[in-house]
Each structure stands twice: as structure tokens, then as C-alpha cells.
């Protein structure tokens, strides 16, 4: 009976090795999928900036090449834009 006892003591110490070890890696795989989740997220936060910065940076060209055209007909006319 003794000998039984101490098997299963010893099988259920190993169940709870095997337990911890399963729950660590279960903590590191989430850890990574955590951080590839964010790496995507930022990447793609970057690349919606950078669109954002390309349309301002035409507006801003636009805008300018506007504002030429309109200071060089109030030139033609002899008057100047008010500033």
C-alpha cells in the first residue's frame, strides 16, 4: 500500500512540474504574440502618419503655388495683396 501511496506523490509532483512548465511557456507565448501584435499596430500607425504627412505636404505645395499665382495677377494689376 506504501509503495502506491509514494507513486502517486511522486506522480502528482511531476504533474505539477509539468503544470508550472506549461503555464511558463504559455506566458511567453502570449508575451510574444503581444508584442508582434504591437509591432504590426505601430507599423501600420506609421505608415497611416506618413500618408498623412504626403497630403499636408501637397496641400502645403498647392497652398503655396496658389498664393504665388495670386501675388503675380495683383502684381500684373498694379496692387498688392494684403499681408
Do not use: N
Request: hydrophobic fraction near 50%.
Amino acid at each position: 500500500m506504501s509503495a502506491a501511496i509514494r507513486a502517486a506523490r511522486r506522480a502528482k509532483q511531476w504533474a505539477l512540474v509539468t503544470a508550472r512548465a506549461a503555464d511558463r511557456l504559455l506566458q511567453e507565448a502570449r508575451k510574444r504574440v503581444e508584442s508582434e501584435d504591437r509591432r504590426r499596430r505601430l507599423k501600420q500607425t506609421l505608415r497611416k502618419t506618413g500618408r498623412v504627412l504626403m497630403v499636408a505636404g501637397r496641400a502645403a505645395l498647392v497652398a503655396a503655388v496658389a498664393a504665388g499665382i495670386a501675388e503675380a495677377r495683383a502684381a500684373l494689376r498694379g496692387r498688392s495683396l494684403p499681408r
